[in-house]
């Protein structure tokens, strides 16, 4: 003996997505969020090269603030994420840059005998892989710029060979390092 199910003519059927309307808003509403989220306030980011060792290391997973640099201005010692200037020495700038930013506009800064000088004074610099075994004669930077450096100055594709970065190329600021999990997770802090 079968049992049928006799469905009522009288209550039509609805189609999946009436059936499903409140799922459908809500998963909407919150890709809208997620989206906004990304695009105005915080980016997670992938560290793919080593020149910001040892500070970063390669495959550590950063959040980006995007926001705050509407109300402040990056400080000397923030590591900041950005799009390279056009240069020669830049194959793709199109591809995010992370560096240590370590002039504003009206620094003067040199490198000699294994260390970085801003204003005619030597930076103290223990967040650094090693010292640059590069010299380069004294640059001001100007207005509307930045001088931005790797802190494995030896491996880093940046400000002593491509030049000034524009304030406009800047995305944001690395704040939070969320993986890999265990005593490198945490603030990143500024080192001036």
């Known amino acids: 003996m079968t049992t049928e199910t006799k469905l009522d003519p009288q209550v039509p059927i609805k189609p999946w997505w009436q059936q499903h309307g409140e799922t459908i808003r809500i998963f909407v509403v919150a890709l809208a969020i997620a989206l906004f989220l990304r695009t105005f306030i915080v980016e997670p980011r992938f560290i793919p090269s080593g020149s910001m060792e040892p500070t970063l290391q390669v495959g550590d997973r950063i959040l980006v603030d995007k926001i705050s ?5 990056p400080q000397r010692g923030d590591i900041l994420i950005f799009y390279p200037p ?52 004294p640059v001001t930077v100007p207005k509307g710029h930045y001088w931005m450096m790797g802190d494995n ?15 406009e190329n800047v995305i944001g600021k690395a704040t939070i390092r969320f993986f890999p999990f265990g005593d490198r997770l945490g603030a990143i802090t500024a080192s001036k």
């Open 69 to 73: 640099q509407q109300w402040q201005e």
């Open 86 to 137: 056009k240069s020669p020495a830049i194959e793709d700038n199109t591809k995010a840059y992370i560096k240590r930013l370590i002039g504003i506009e009206g620094d003067r800064i040199a490198v000699h005998g294994g260390k970085v000088y801003r204003n005619d004074k030597p930076l103290d610099e223990p967040y650094i892989a090693k010292a640059p075994k590069y010299m380069m004669r």
């Open 153 to 167: 100055r030896n491996h880093s594709n940046d400000s002593h060979i491509w030049g000034f970065l524009p304030k």
